[in-house]
């Protein structure tokens, strides 16, 4: 089992930046990639970013430039550094880890962002 605890979410007007924080625990040992996904109202949850064990990154076309996912292995800890932050980024922000020797993932709670115009 794995726990995943997200903060960091909030109000922030367009232009500025938000840094979202996962913490994960249990049985950590075994994450292989972990990630950020975003679910607007009336939208489909999409992936933001993400990031294998060895710190190798992949983003969305929409946020390519401008969020930067993190990952330190020793806090077991995986952050999103959100910039230029855009009121289309307004969204539930949720945390993903995914267990390749389990072949499932899990999810955080969601941390809400709201991007002001």
């Known amino acids: 089992q794995v726990q995943l605890v997200e903060s960091g979410g909030g109000l922030v007007q367009a232009g500025g930046s938000l840094r979202l924080s996962c913490a994960a625990s249990?049985?950590?040992?075994?994450?292989?990639?972990m990630g950020w996904y975003r679910q607007a109202p009336g939208k489909q949850r999409e992936l933001v970013a993400d990031?294998?064990?060895?710190?190798?990154?992949n983003y969305a076309d929409t946020v390519q430039g401008r969020f930067t996912i993190s990952r330190d292995n020793a806090k077991n800890t995986v952050y999103l550094q959100m910039n230029s932050l855009k009121p289309e980024d307004t969204a539930v922000y949720y945390c993903?880890?995914?267990?390749?020797?389990?072949?499932?993932?899990?999810w955080g709670q969601g941390t809400q962002v709201t991007v002001s115009s």
């Open positions: 993903n880890a995914w267990i390749g020797i389990l072949a499932r993932d899990y």
């Open positions: 249990g049985s950590i040992f075994s994450i292989d990639t």
């Open positions: 990031i294998t064990n060895s710190g190798s990154t």
